[in-house]
């Protein structure tokens, strides 16, 4: 059977990549087999850029089938920050909440209480050398007036989906059903099934 690496040392975003993709006709492995392997510095400027490049540098790194995600939060009124920094916004060890604070300083700044925001997750499948797949999902919301909800993890507490009244840390298993990276997991999911 075929392997497919994915390419994350986030432990709560495999957990979600690993449920999306559960019963694809491949063998999910994942960067734990390779601990001697560094982590790519992330460079880009787009989160499609990024994608990409961790694909690649995987793929050279451990010879399989490659998929690696880039992911963040773009709050409009903050100009699309934090973006591709979303998980270095305000330093390396800087806690989700510390980073909640942080954004909620910039809004008061910036006279906007809360504003439209979205979720990005650009996923690119590489072989060898060529990029063999790439997609894009995004969920659309606002910055939620306070943090709200234990589920979910990174910046869920504080993005409001309002279809569902809440934020994603409140949606529970719902939250799959709508995220940016459930969009762009099931299109690979998609993809994967009608090859292989």
């Known amino acids: 059977m075929t392997k497919l690496l994915i390419a994350t040392t986030n432990r709560d975003k495999l957990r979600e990549i690993r449920q999306l993709l559960n019963g694809v006709p491949l063998e999910l492995v994942t960067l734990e087999e390779w601990p001697e392997v560094p982590a790519p510095e992330e460079t880009g400027r787009t989160f ?3 994608a990409r490049a961790k694909a ?3 793929a050279h790194a451990t010879g399989l089938l490659t998929v690696a995600e880039d992911s963040g939060l773009e709050i409009d009124a903050l100009g699309g920050a934090p973006g591709v920094e979303s998980a270095r916004f305000g330093g390396a060890e800087t806690t989700y909440r510390e980073k909640f604070a942080m954004i909620y300083d910039r809004l008061r700044a910036h006279g906007a209480p809360t504003s439209s925001a979205r979720f990005v997750c650009a996923l690119a499948m590489v072989s060898g050398d060529d990029v063999v ?3 894009r999902g995004t969920v659309e919301g606002r910055i939620a007036p ?3 909800g ?3 993890f990174g910046y869920d507490p504080i993005f409001f989906y309002p279809p569902f009244g809440h934020t994603l840390a409140e949606a529970g298993v719902r939250k799959s059903t709508v995220s940016h990276r459930g ?13 292989f």
């Open 48 to 50: 499609e850029e990024n």
């Open 56 to 58: 690649l540098y995987y």
């Open 133 to 135: 797949f790439e997609t």
């Open 146 to 148: 306070e943090p709200k």
């Open 150 to 152: 234990a589920g979910g």
């Open 183 to 195: 969009e762009a997991f099931r299109a690979l999911r998609s993809f994967l099934e009608a090859r």
